[in-house]
C-alpha cells in the first residue's frame, strides 16, 4: 500500500484559532528553544537566588513580591542593585561579600490591590526614582552600603522632588549707627538685632565703601529719617542639580537719622549696614542654597517698590543656619533664573519616563491626564507651565515608555505619542485609537521587533519608527492565540509582568489567568522562531512558575520574585526571589527540615490537529516519526488522539537514543575510561499508531525528563472515506 | 590560579576519570585565585578589612584628640607665664596644662601607638594665646635684640621694634612608657637650650630644627614713616588673644615606633638671630627684656591620625 | 560573576559534551570574573593590596633645610635673620624652598589633598606710611599653591611673625603631578626706611620662612 508522509522538519509553537497550521501545536508547554539545534528543549526550571540556601534566609518573612527592578550603578554589571517590594516594604537585596541580606530601605507603602500594577521604576544618573500612585514618589541610590547593620538603610533613599516652599530667610533687625556728633556708639546685639557698619568712604578700611546695604548718607535730611528695605528669598538646590522653587520674600527695614534740627547738616553720615540672616536647611538631598536679594526698594531710593530679586549667593552646604549679607547693590549678580521652579507637581504619580533629557511623571490616579515634565537635565526642577493636558478621548494615562525618538504614553483608550525636546517644546500626537494597554509592566522592547506590550485583547508590537521614510506599524502578534488571551483575568490587566530574557531570546510575559489575581499562566514568545520561519507560531506557554514580577540581571538572567510567599502559611513554602535557570526543578522547598529541590517542570508537546488537507476524509495514521536528539535514557512515551477526543491512546515507550545503533554513553552507566562523550545526534523514533480511521490527528509528548523535540512526520494512508454528513436532530 | 586554560571536551572524547579530575582540580590549584581572577570595580566596602578595632577604616588605621590647656571659654582661669629671663634657660621649658597647673598630654594607649613602616603619624593642635606685656615697649630698651635704629631726622636714632620676637611652640613625646613621665622633643626639633656661640651669649636653636614648632608674635610695634624717617614715636598695639596651631609629620619608611604620648611645650620670647660666619638662622632667648614679657593661654586640642602611606 | 544553573546533569541523558561543557563553561567564566558579590569580607588587607593601589601619601616632614633661601640677604645685623630685603627680593612669586623640585610620581588619577605648614615673619612696622592714603601698604605675605600650574589655593597668609598652614584639594588627571609652593610680599612702600641708622646700614629684613614641610595624600579612582 502507498503510504503518505506529511513532515514537519521544524515543530512550532502553540496556536489555538482553527483551523490550525498542522505544524503548530495545540499545547506547547514548558518548553525552550535549544540554542544547538533550534528544537524544543525540556531543559528549564527555576532555582533560589541563594545558590544553595539551606533555609529561606534572608526571604522568611517575605510575603508575594509585587514589583523587582534591578539597577546597574555602575556599567558593565560591576554594581548592580535588586530592589523589590512585598507587603508595604521596599527592600534591597545587599549581595556582597557573599552574603544575601535584606536592607529594609522603606517600610509602611501601599500594597496594591488586585487591579492595581506593582511601583514602577525608572532609572536616572542620580539613582532609581520609584512611583506607585499613593506614596510620595523616592530616588533610591544604594550605594555606599557598608555591610554593617548599624548603616540605616533609610538614608539610601529620599523623596522625590520639593515638597513646597522653604522657610523664608529670617533677617536679623538692624540697628543703624547713630549720628556722626552727638550720638551714643551703642551697637545692639542679642535680642534678634544687630549693628553691622560698613563705612562707606573708600578710605576708611581696606576695600571701603565696596560694602554694605542701604543709604549711607542723611546728612542734609532736613524732611525726616531715610529708610533702607530689603528683601531675601532662599531656594534648595539638590543631588541632582535641580533648584527648588524660592521663599516668599521677607525683608528687613531700618533709617538712617536726619538733621537734629533744620539746616543742622548734622544727620547719619558714613555708614552702610551689613545684614545677619537666618537661613533654614533643607531636607534630605539638599546639598546647597541660593540666596537672592532685591536692591532697595524702599521710598527714599529709585527703585520704589521693585522687589525684583536677583541673586546673591550660594551657601554651598547644608549646615549653616546663618548668614551674613554685605554685599553692595552694585555687586549683585544676575536676576533670578529664568527657569521656573515649583513644588513637585505630582506628588501621587504612578509612572515616570526619561525622555529627551527630561523626568516625565503622570498626574496619578486622580490627574490621569495629565503628564509633566521637568527641565532638561535638572530632574527634580518642575516649572509650573511645564504640562501637557492630554485629550479627553483616549483616557488616563496607563504607562509611559521611552523608546528610540519617542514617547510612548499608553492609555486607557488608546496610545499617545510625544516627542520633541525641552527647548523646543513638545508635541503629542496619537499613535492608535483602537489599541488599549493596560498591562504597564508587560511593556519591553524586543530587538528586531519594536515595542511590545500586553493590550486589552492580544499581545501587540509598535513596530518601525516616525523619522525619515520609516512606517510605524501596530501589530497583533497573538492573532492565532486568541484563545490564551481569553483566559486572562480582564480586571487583573494590571498584574501582568514581562521580560524580555536576552539569554534565551524570549518575551516572557506572565498573566493572571482563569480567575487567578496575581500571575499564573506563562506566554513567552520566541523571538528566534520569527527568523526560521514565516508560517510557524512563536508562542509557547509556562505553567508552575510562581511570578509575581519579573526582571532582567546584567548577564540576561530573568529574576522573579515569588507571587504566594509566606501568604501560605507555615515557614516551609517557597518565598523570596528566584532565578530562571537551567536547573531541572521547579524551585525547592522546606520538607522534613531539609531544602529539597522540587519536582521539574511537566513539559507537554501536543501537536496541532491535522487533517492531511480534507478534514472531511477519513485517514489511517500508521506511524508517527518523532525526530528527537537523542539525550539519552529519558523515556519518550507517545500517545495520540483522534477527531477532538479527550481519551489519548498511548502506545509503546522509547528511549531518546538512536534506533539502529549502538546506544550513546549515559551518565550513572558510563565507564569512566571506557566510554566516550558523544554528542546528542538527531535521530528518529518511529511509533507505531493503531486507531481507526480519523478525521483529525494529533499526537503528544509529556514528560519531566530531558528531550530536545526538532520535528514530527506523519505517515498514513487514505481510502478516500468521507465522514457521515452530520448529525440527526 | 588566574587562567583556566583547558579546551573543551569534544565529540567522541574518551569518559576519562583523570580528565575528569584534572578538570576538577583546576578549581583548586595552590595559590589558587589571584588578581586575574577579580573582574574590574569587584571590591566595595565589605572587602576592605579593618585593622585592630573595628571603628578605624582601611587608610586611616588611628585616630585620638585630647583638650590641651586650660579649657575654658570664658577665660576666667587661664595661665600665665613670664618669659624665661635666665640664661642657661632651665631645663624643661613651660608645659601646656590646666588652671591647677597639671599638664595636659595625650596618652596614647597603655601599649602606646606603633607607627610601623609604611605609616605616617600626623599630629595638629591648637590653643588659645595672649602674648602680653607690662611697660611701655620694653623691647626697646637698651640691651634689647629687638629693635632697629631708624632715623628720626638729622640722625637722631629712633627705635622701632623688628615685630620679630615670638613665643615659640612645640612638640615633645614620650617613647618610654605610658607613664608619660619622660618627655624629649620629637625628631627634627631643638629644645632651644643650644649654647650656639659656646660663650653663653646665645642660648636658643638653629631654625633647620623647628619642624614642630609654631610661633606667634610676643608684640607688635607701628610706626608711620615719613619719606624715609620715622619723626614720630611707634605705637605699640595689643597682640589680643589669638589661635596657636600646629602641624606635625612623623612618615616611618623603615623600622617603627612605638609612642605613648605627646605635649605641647613652649619658651620665650625669642628672637632672630644670624651667625655671620656660618650664615646660620637662629633662634635664641631674648632675655634682655623677657621679665616684662607674659603670655596666657586658655584652651585648645591636639589631634592624632595615623594612616598608611600607601 | 555569579551564575546560576546552565546545564543540569540529569539521571540517564547522553554523556554528551555539552553535559560537562556548559556547567563548566559558566563555572570557569564566574571563577575568572569574581565580583564583590562572590568575594568574601575583609579580604582585602595590607598584604593583598599592592602599594599604592587606592591611595599615596607624599609626605616631607622637612623640606629642604626648611628655610627659604630665595632672597637671603647676609648684610643685615646679627640680630636679624639672613633673609629677603628690599635688597635681595626681586619681586613676584618665589619657591618656599629653592634649588628643589617637587614631583608627586604615580599620581594615578583622582582626588587631591595637599598642605604646606611652616612659619613665617613679615615686618610690618612701616604699615602706615605718612603720604599713603588708606589703607596704607599692610604687609602680609601672600601664599599660594599650584598644582600642575593649576591654582589650589592662594590666600592671604601671615602679617606677623606667626605659624602658617595652607591647604587645598582639586581632583586632577593620571600622571606625575608638579607642586609649586610659593611665597610672595607686600612690597614697601614709597616712605619706608629699608635701611637701618646703625653705622653699616644694614639692610632690614622684610620677611622669612621656615620650618616648611609638606603633605599630600592622592585617593585614587
Same mark, same amino acid.
Given at each position: 500500500m502507498i503510504q503518505d508522509n506529511y513532515q514537519t522538519p521544524l515543530a512550532g509553537g502553540v496556536a489555538?484559532?482553527?483551523?490550525?497550521?498542522?505544524?503548530?501545536?495545540n499545547i506547547c508547554q514548558n518548553l525552550i528553544v535549544d540554542k544547538s539545534t533550534g528544537g524544543w528543549s525540556t531543559r528549564l526550571g527555576y532555582e533560589q537566588?541563594?545558590?544553595?540556601?539551606?533555609?529561606? +534566609?534572608?526571604?522568611?518573612?517575605? @510575603?508575594?513580591?509585587?514589583s523587582v527592578h534591578v539597577a546597574q550603578?555602575?556599567? *558593565?554589571?560591576a554594581r548592580q542593585s535588586v530592589l523589590f517590594e512585598e507587603g508595604g516594604n521596599l527592600h534591597l537585596l545587599?549581595?556582597?561579600?557573599g552574603l544575601v541580606q535584606l536592607k529594609?530601605?522603606?517600610?509602611g507603602r501601599s500594597v496594591p490591590t488586585a487591579t492595581e500594577s506593582g511601583s514602577w521604576y525608572t532609572d536616572t544618573p542620580y539613582g532609581t526614582v520609584i512611583t506607585n500612585g499613593v506614596d510620595r514618589p523616592i530616588l533610591v541610590?544604594?550605594?555606599?552600603?557598608?555591610?554593617?547593620?548599624?548603616?540605616?538603610?533609610?538614608?539610601l533613599a529620599r523623596p522625590f522632588g520639593?515638597?513646597?516652599?522653604?522657610?523664608p530667610a529670617d533677617p536679623f533687625k538692624v540697628v543703624p549707627m547713630p549720628l556722626?556728633?552727638?550720638?551714643?556708639?551703642?551697637p545692639k546685639a542679642g535680642g534678634g538685632a544687630v549693628t553691622l557698619w560698613c563705612p562707606s568712604?573708600? +578710605?576708611?578700611?581696606?576695600?571701603? @565703601?565696596q560694602w554694605g546695604l542701604g543709604l549711607?548718607?542723611?546728612?542734609?535730611? *532736613?524732611d525726616r529719617d531715610k529708610s533702607s528695605i530689603f528683601g531675601w528669598s532662599v531656594s534648595f538646590i539638590t543631588d541632582t542639580g535641580s533648584e527648588g522653587p524660592t521663599s516668599s520674600l521677607s525683608s528687613a527695614t531700618w533709617s538712617i537719622l536726619g538733621e537734629t534740627?533744620?539746616?543742622?547738616?548734622?544727620?547719619?553720615?558714613g555708614w552702610r549696614h551689613a545684614c545677619l540672616l537666618d537661613i533654614p536647611v533643607g531636607p534630605d538631598g539638599t546639598v546647597a542654597r541660593k540666596l537672592y536679594r532685591t536692591t532697595?526698594?524702599?521710598?527714599?531710593?529709585?527703585?520704589?517698590?521693585?522687589t525684583t530679586l536677583y541673586f546673591l549667593d550660594i551657601?554651598?552646604?547644608?549646615?549653616?543656619?546663618q548668614h551674613f549679607d554685605a554685599i553692595a547693590t552694585a555687586a549683585l549678580g544676575q536676576p533670578?533664573?529664568?527657569?521656573a521652579t515649583g513644588p513637585l507637581?505630582?506628588?501621587?504619580?504612578r509612572f515616570s519616563a526619561l525622555y529627551s533629557g527630561c523626568l516625565f511623571l503622570d498626574g496619578g490616579?486622580?490627574?490621569?491626564r495629565t503628564l509633566y515634565y521637568s527641565a532638561a537635565g535638572l530632574i527634580e526642577q518642575f516649572d509650573a507651565a511645564s504640562y501637557i493636558e492630554l485629550?479627553?478621548?483616549?483616557?488616563?494615562?496607563t504607562a509611559l515608555f521611552a523608546h528610540y525618538t519617542d514617547l510612548l504614553v499608553f492609555r486607557e483608550n488608546g496610545i499617545d505619542i510625544v516627542r520633541g525636546s525641552y527647548a523646543a517644546g513638545f508635541t503629542v500626537t496619537t499613535l492608535s485609537h483602537s489599541v488599549t494597554c493596560?498591562?504597564?509592566?508587560?511593556i519591553q522592547a524586543i530587538p528586531g521587533l519594536g515595542v511590545v506590550f500586553l493590550g486589552q485583547d492580544g499581545v501587540y508590537a509598535i513596530t518601525?519608527?516616525?523619522?525619515?521614510g520609516a512606517v510605524s506599524d501596530l501589530v497583533n502578534l497573538t492573532v492565532a492565540q486568541d484563545d490564551l488571551i481569553e483566559r486572562i483575568t480582564v480586571d487583573c490587566h494590571p498584574k501582568a509582568v514581562a521580560t524580555f530574557a536576552a539569554e534565551l531570546r524570549e518575551y516572557q510575559l506572565y498573566v493572571p489567568a482563569d480567575?487567578?489575581?496575581?500571575?499564573s499562566l506563562g506566554l513567552v514568545f520566541h523571538v528566534d522562531r520569527l527568523g526560521q520561519a514565516?508560517?510557524?507560531?512563536?508562542w509557547s506557554t509556562r505553567l508552575?512558575?510562581?511570578?509575581g514580577s519579573v526582571a532582567t540581571l546584567y548577564d540576561g538572567s530573568v529574576i522573579f520574585g515569588h507571587n504566594v510567599g509566606n501568604e501560605a502559611g507555615g515557614t516551609d513554602s517557597q518565598r523570596g526571589l528566584f532565578v530562571m535557570s537551567?536547573?531541572?526543578?521547579?524551585g525547592s522547598s522546606v520538607v522534613g527540615d531539609t531544602m529539597t529541590d522540587g519536582p521539574p517542570p511537566t513539559s507537554i508537546y501536543r501537536s496541532a490537529w491535522w487533517?492531511?488537507?480534507?478534514?472531511q476524509v477519513q485517514k489511517q495514521v500508521s506511524y508517527v516519526t518523532v525526530w528527537l536528539?537523542?539525550?539519552?535514557g529519558p523515556l519518550v512515551t507517545m500517545r495520540h488522539y483522534k477527531d477532538f477526543s479527550l481519551t489519548p491512546v498511548l502506545e509503546r515507550t522509547y528511549t531518546?537514543?538512536?534506533?539502529?545503533a549502538t546506544a550513546l554513553p549515559e551518565l550513572d552507566s558510563v565507564v569512566l575510561g571506557a566510554g566516550d562523550y558523544r554528542t546528542e545526534r538527531l535521530v528518529p523514533l518511529r511509533f507505531s499508531v493503531a486507531h481507526m480511521s480519523a478525521a483529525w490527528f494529533c499526537f503528544e509528548l509529556e514528560t519531566t525528563e530531558d528531550i530536545v523535540l526538532v520535528g514530527y512526520e506523519y505517515t498514513y494512508t487514505t481510502k478516500g472515506t468521507l465522514i457521515v454528513q452530520g448529525p440527526r436532530a | 590560579m588566574s587562567r583556566i586554560n583547558r579546551p573543551r571536551v569534544e565529540?567522541?572524547?574518551?569518559?576519562?576519570a583523570t580528565d575528569l579530575n584534572s578538570r576538577f582540580t583546576d578549581y583548586n590549584?595552590?595559590?589558587?585565585?589571584?588578581?586575574?581572577n577579580t573582574r574590574d570595580?569587584?571590591?566595595?566596602?565589605?572587602q576592605f578589612e579593618n585593622p585592630?578595632?573595628?571603628?578605624?577604616g582601611f587608610l586611616a588605621s588611628y585616630q585620638n584628640n585630647a583638650v590641651i590647656g586650660a579649657n575654658d571659654w570664658k577665660h576666667t582661669s587661664i595661665v600665665t607665664v613670664t618669659g624665661v629671663s635666665s640664661a642657661?634657660?632651665?631645663?624643661a621649658p613651660f608645659i601646656v596644662g590646666n588652671a591647677a597647673g597639671a599638664p595636659t598630654p595625650i596618652s596614647l594607649g597603655a601599649a602606646g601607638l606603633t607607627v610601623a613602616a609604611g605609616e605616617v603619624l600626623r599630629v595638629y593642635w591648637d590653643l588659645s594665646v595672649y602674648p602680653h606685656w607690662i611697660?611701655?615697649?620694653?623691647?626697646?630698651?637698651?640691651?634689647?635684640?629687638d629693635f632697629y635704629n631708624f632715623d628720626k631726622g638729622s640722625g637722631v636714632a629712633m627705635p622701632v621694634g623688628t615685630n620679630a620676637a615670638c613665643w615659640v611652640f612645640w612638640l615633645q613625646w614620650d617613647?618610654?612608657?605610658?607613664?608619660?613621665a619622660n618627655f624629649v622633643e620629637v625628631p627634627?626639633?631643638?629644645?632651644?637650650?643650644?649654647d650656639l656661640y659656646g660663650d653663653g651669649s646665645a642660648y636658643g636653636g638653629q631654625l633647620?630644627?623647628?619642624?614642630?614648632s609654631s610661633v606667634v608674635p610676643a608684640y607688635i610695634d607701628r610706626a608711620i614713616p615719613d619719606d624715609g624717617l620715622v619723626p614720630a614715636n611707634p605705637i605699640q598695639c595689643p597682640v589680643g588673644w589669638r589661635g596657636a596651631s600646629g602641624a606635625w609629620y612623623y612618615p616611618k619608611t623603615s623600622g617603627s615606633q612605638t609612642i605613648y604620648g605627646l605635649r605641647v611645650v613652649f619658651t620665650g620670647p625669642m628672637s632672630p638671630n644670624h651667625n655671620?660666619?656660618?650664615?646660620a638662622n637662629h633662634l635664641i632667648h631674648s632675655v634682655a627684656w623677657s621679665s616684662d614679657s607674659r603670655l596666657s593661654y586658655a584652651g585648645g586640642s591636639i589631634d592624632v591620625v595615623k594612616q598608611r602611606i600607601g | 560573576m555569579k551564575k546560576w544553573t546552565k546545564r543540569d546533569a540529569t539521571?540517564?541523558?547522553?554523556?554528551?559534551?555539552a553535559a560537562v561543557n556548559n556547567e563548566l563553561r559558566a563555572s570557569q567564566s564566574s571563577i575568572t570574573t569574581l565580583d564583590r558579590d562572590q568575594l568574601p569580607a575583609d579580604v582585602v588587607d595590607q598584604a593583598r593590596l599592592?602599594?599604592?593601589?587606592l591611595h599615596r601619601v607624599y609626605v616631607v616632614?622637612?623640606?629642604?633645610?626648611?628655610?627659604?633661601?630665595s632672597a637671603a640677604d647676609?648684610?643685615?645685623?646679627?640680630?636679624?635673620?639672613?633673609a629677603a630685603t628690599y635688597q635681595t627680593y626681586s619681586g613676584g612669586w618665589l619657591p618656599g624652598v629653592s634649588g628643589t623640585t617637587i614631583t608627586l610620581t604615580g599620581f594615578k588619577g583622582g582626588h587631591l589633598f595637599l598642605e604646606w605648614t611652616g612659619n613665617a615673619y613679615v615686618f610690618?612696622?612701616?604699615?602706615?606710611?605718612?603720604?599713603?592714603?588708606?589703607?596704607?601698604?599692610?604687609r602680609h605675605m601672600r601664599l599660594r599653591i599650584l598644582v600642575s600650574g593649576v591654582v589650589l589655593a592662594e590666600r592671604r597668609g601671615p602679617a606677623y611673625h606667626e605659624s602658617f598652614r595652607i591647604f587645598g584639594t582639586g581632583v586632577f588627571p593620571s600622571g606625575d603631578l608638579s607642586v609649586q609652593l610659593q611665597w610672595r610680599l607686600v612690597e614697601p612702600g614709597s616712605?619706608?626706611?629699608?635701611?637701618?641708622?646703625n653705622v653699616g646700614n644694614n639692610n632690614v629684613v622684610q620677611g622669612h620662612l621656615y620650618s616648611q614641610k609638606y603633605f599630600a595624600i592622592g585617593r585614587f579612582r
Open positions: 489555538t484559532r482553527l483551523p490550525q497550521d498542522p505544524q503548530n501545536a537566588f541563594k545558590i544553595g540556601a539551606s533555609s529561606w +534566609s534572608p526571604f522568611q518573612n517575605c @510575603g508575594p513580591i509585587y550603578n555602575l556599567a *558593565s554589571g545587599y549581595d556582597s561579600a529594609t530601605i522603606r517600610s541610590y544604594p550605594w555606599p552600603t557598608p555591610q554593617a547593620a548599624s548603616v540605616q538603610p533609610e538614608n520639593f515638597d513646597g516652599l522653604p522657610a556722626t556728633s552727638g550720638g551714643t556708639y551703642d568712604d573708600p +578710605s576708611a578700611i581696606p576695600s571701603g @565703601g549711607a548718607n542723611n546728612k542734609n535730611g *532736613s534740627s533744620s539746616g543742622g547738616a548734622d544727620g547719619s553720615e532697595n526698594y524702599s521710598d527714599d531710593y529709585v527703585f520704589q517698590g521693585d551657601v554651598r552646604n547644608n549646615i549653616d543656619t533670578a533664573p529664568d527657569i507637581p505630582a506628588p501621587a504619580a490616579i486622580q490627574d490621569g485629550s479627553s478621548q483616549g483616557g488616563m494615562i493596560r498591562a504597564p509592566h508587560s518601525g519608527g516616525l523619522e525619515g480567575g487567578s489575581d496575581r500571575p514565516d508560517q510557524l507560531a512563536p508552575g512558575f510562581p511570578v537551567s536547573k531541572r526543578a521547579l487533517s492531511g488537507g480534507d478534514p536528539m537523542t539525550t539519552g531518546a537514543q538512536p534506533p539502529d | 565529540d567522541g572524547d574518551t569518559v576519562d590549584q595552590p595559590n589558587a585565585l589571584n588578581a586575574f570595580a569587584a571590591f566595595d566596602l565589605p585592630g578595632a573595628s571603628t578605624f642657661p634657660p632651665p631645663a611697660g611701655t615697649r620694653p623691647w626697646t630698651t637698651g640691651a634689647s635684640v617613647i618610654t612608657s605610658n607613664a608619660l627634627n626639633q631643638s629644645d632651644f637650650r643650644t633647620a630644627d623647628t619642624m614642630s655671620t660666619v656660618s650664615g | 539521571s540517564k541523558t547522553t554523556a554528551s559534551p599592592e602599594t599604592y593601589a616632614d622637612k623640606w629642604g633645610t626648611g628655610e627659604q633661601t647676609a648684610a643685615v645685623l646679627p640680630r636679624a635673620w639672613k610690618g612696622a612701616m604699615a602706615d606710611g605718612a603720604s599713603q592714603t588708606h589703607p596704607g601698604t599692610p616712605d619706608d626706611p629699608i635701611e637701618t641708622n
